[in-house]
């Protein structure tokens, strides 16, 4: 760096200072600060969709758990967890036969489809659970998002276990009922996913033969 771009730098350090030392501290969770105005979010949401589909007007009405996580943005109490854990929890509907695992090779075309939920999708699209924009799977696949955790050899680290593999089904089905104000959707409580689209994403994560767990 030359002596003039370091004089420049330091001119700007020096008339950001008062600046930064006036900004005012970041809201701790429990600050009032820290939660939004119910009406302003509901006056964004409105306003952002009003170009939307009749039919989408019911999309945008926030549940309990979406308001509840909105307005503390996400910074919750241990008795609000609860509370939404509770009451997530009560939506998981297990399998009837008792069966978690499906068809891995379903479950990659699942995780790997973005389609479903989009103004553009026909009517008969059948949605997918867009997994590797989050997640890491199949440890060869290139493209991955890192917003959640790598999920490359997940069952097997996990040693297979059966109590794992139906903890993973509702951590799909309804990520809330695991972790309250979860970024993950609630795949099968809302009905994105089936139960067999579910099962099958459980396979990719938990079948032995799967590439993720190569």
């Known amino acids: 760096m030359n002596r003039l771009a370091i004089t420049i730098l330091g001119a700007l350090i ?6 930064l030392a006036q900004a005012p501290a970041a809201p701790t969770p429990n600050s009032t600060a820290a939660r939004v105005d119910p009406a302003r979010i509901d006056q964004v949401i409105r306003g952002t ?12 009405e926030l549940d309990d758990t979406q308001r509840t996580c909105t307005e503390r943005r996400n910074h919750v109490s241990g008795a609000e967890a609860d509370a939404i854990q509770a009451r ?13 695992l499906g068809d891995w090779r379903r479950g990659f075309e699942v995780a790997n489809s973005g389609r479903g939920g989009q103004f553009s999708d026909p009517a008969n699209t059948v949605a997918g659970g867009n997994c590797y924009a989050c997640h890491q799977m199949d440890p060869k696949e290139l493209s991955f ?29 309804n990520s809330q009922a695991v972790v309250a104000c979860s ?21 990719y994560l938990f079948d032995r033969e799967s590439p993720v767990n190569k």
Not at 51 to 59: H, K, N, S, Y
Not at 147 to 171: C, T, V
Request: no cysteine; glycine share 6%.
């Open 49 to 60: 969709f009003t170009r939307a589909p009749a039919e989408w007007q019911a999309r945008v």
């Open 14 to 19: 020096v008339s950001a200072a008062p600046a």
């Open 88 to 100: 997530e929890r009560a939506t998981v509907v297990l399998p009837p036969d008792g069966r978690f």
């Open 183 to 203: 970024n993950m959707p609630r795949f099968g409580a809302t009905k994105f996913l089936s139960v067999d689209q579910i099962r099958d994403v459980l396979a």
């Open 145 to 173: 998002g890192t917003l959640g955790p790598s999920l490359a050899a997940y069952g097997r680290e996990r040693n297979f276990d059966p109590e794992l593999i139906r903890e993973a089904y509702i951590k799909i089905y």
